[in-house]
């Protein structure tokens, strides 16, 4: 049996020097099959700039929320560098009904300010104890409840001498996998938040203000770590500011 010919791409009209006719009964465009369409140049290289992490996050795979995804500084062998705090709070809907079994996701800097994350240029150290992600699952209740450490501040190449002040990046998503939630925490009293450019872009003065943390004594670990309480709300007027590309 004689081998099968190879399959040559048809040659477009405009090769062949002719066009197909328009439903109009004029000359309509020439053809342009692949070999026209395809690229000539080779592709630009995406760049993406440090900040862009504070968007995307981190990536925790196929596995469930264990029991320690919500410690952060359980996550290693060795115990992490800075203070240590408890965050928690609720999730609400916009009527002020709690949100239960929404999954809430972490990421954040370490105590000298620097993402474990390959476009982090901060000269700031590593800590090789903490890898500044978290997750967990709110209860009956809408209740989320984070151990981790006090992020640092670092610099950034807004303006001259730009420092961001210290904050978590919260993402909560919603029914469905477009519907997402990306947000920060921000500590009271923080000296660097009116020199924030990220902050005092929020137009609305009060929507800005809620996503100050409160510093909560009754969340305090006696020996072991600061409190502070921080309330998502997912939509209607007061919803949290969502951030959504800068």
């Not at 992020?151 to 997402?180: D, I, V």
């Not at 670990?221 to 969502?242: F, H, K």
């Amino acid at each position: 049996m004689a081998a099968p010919e190879p399959i040559r791409e048809r040659e477009p009209e405009r090769a062949r020097g002719r066009q197909a006719p328009s439903a109009a009964g004029g000359a309509a465009p020439p053809y342009l099959g692949p070999v026209e369409r395809r690229p000539r140049r080779p592709p630009v290289p995406l760049r993406l700039a440090p900040g862009a992490v504070e968007l995307s996050g981190p990536v925790f795979g196929p596995a469930d929320v264990g029991p320690l995804d919500c410690d952060l500084t359980r996550q290693h062998t060795g115990e992490p560098l800075g203070e240590r705090i408890t965050v928690s709070g609720r999730v609400l809907d916009g009527w002020g009904r709690p949100v239960r079994g929404q999954l809430v996701e972490l990421w954040q800097a370490n105590a000298a300010g620097r993402y474990v994350h390959r476009l982090d240029r901060h000269r700031a150290p590593l800590d090789p104890n903490f890898t500044g992600t978290g997750r967990c699952l709110t209860d009956d209740e809408g209740h989320y409840r984070f151990t981790t450490i006090r992020p640092g501040a670092y610099p950034w190449a807004h303006h001259r001498n730009a420092w961001r002040p210290s904050h978590l990046h919260f993402s909560l998503f919603g029914t469905a996998f477009t519907q997402r939630l990306v947000t920060q925490m921000y500590f009271p009293d923080d000296p660097l938040l009116p020199y924030d450019a990220v902050w005092n872009a929020i137009a609305d003065t009060t929507a800005r203000r809620r996503l100050i943390a409160a510093y909560d004594p009754g969340l305090n670990e006696p020996d072991e770590s600061l409190g502070y309480r921080w309330d998502i709300v997912l939509d209607g007027p007061d919803a949290t500011w969502a951030e959504e590309g800068r």
